[in-house]
């Protein structure tokens, strides 16, 4: 079974940081024949699940929403099948909770309908 372990999340001051992890077990993310994408979301209450970012097995490309750019990034330990979501310059609009999802045999999207499987989400606090 495909399973994805989404953690990180907490209680962080506007300004700071914290890592979000996915974990992947169930297939291989950086996959020689399938090309996957593993992407963040995240769901604000009130508000509708949006894209953040994802990542391309096939060359490593990342992808991210013009509201992250530049404070997120997205990364990949193909060793340990865990893609990571460094989240700097926190925000209080950031505060949500982020959910990972794989898309297998398929190229970087920023639908939801797209991926596959998903995570069970892990919250982020982030206090002004």
């Known amino acids: 079974d495909v399973q994805l372990q989404a953690s990180g999340g907490g209680l962080v001051q506007a300004g700071g940081s914290l890592r979000l992890s996915c974990a992947a077990s169930?297939?291989?993310?950086?996959?020689?024949?399938?090309?996957?994408?593993i992407g963040w979301f995240r769901q604000a209450p009130g508000k509708e699940r949006e894209w953040v970012s994802c990542i391309s097995s096939k060359d490593g490309t990342t992808y991210y929403a013009d509201s992250v750019k530049g404070r997120f990034t997205i990364s990949s330990d193909n060793a340990k099948n865990t893609v990571y979501l460094q989240m700097n310059s926190l925000k209080p609009e950031d505060m949500a909770v982020y959910y990972c999802?794989?898309?297998?045999?398929?190229?970087?999207?920023?639908?939801?309908?797209?991926?596959?499987?998903w995570g069970q989400g892990t919250l982020v606090t982030v206090s002004s």
């Open positions: 999802a794989a898309d297998r045999y398929g190229i970087a999207t920023i639908f939801e309908y797209e991926y596959d499987y």
């Open positions: 169930g297939f291989t993310f950086d996959d020689n024949v399938i090309d996957n994408v």
